[in-house]
């Protein structure tokens, strides 16, 4: 256990990005806390969106995916920064359904989107997982 830190630092364990929705600055983060909370709010592991939204950007024409999940999306990564700080959440959900412009959703899905392909890409430099086992001596053998 000495390897790992006592604490966590948010501004290490997530991406964040500022936005305006509903009039507000609202700042949305991407972690863990992330997915738990999409998961709780929607009953649906948060993979199985990531497919429906990609099935829905490269549909002809694009729409977009399930509105529902999608605000449920846009709130996970609201409340994963402000609880991270223990402050109140400036929007809910009663904000984002009825006080929100399409494009503005658009655009917060958007960088949420954008903000879990960050947390997610490995930084340049990092070894790659190597394969094991017969992979790893069918590769030798090539």
Known sequence: MDNYPQELNPEETMITKEITIGGKPVTLAYC????????LLSDEDINAFMQEVNKCLTAEPQRMPDIRKTIFLILAAVSAYYESRGEELP???????????????????????????????????????????????????A
Request: aromatic share 8%; hydrophobic share 30%; glycine share 10%.
């Open 91 to 141: 929007i809910d959900d009663k904000e984002l359904m009825y006080e929100c412009k399409p494009d503005e959703l658009g655009t917060a899905l958007g960088v949420v989107l954008g903000l879990r392909g960050q947390f997610y890409v490995v930084p340049s430099g990092e070894p790659e997982d190597k394969p094991v086992g017969k992979a790893a001596k069918k590769r030798k053998n």
């Open 32 to 39: 863990y806390a992330t997915e738990i909370s999409y998961k």
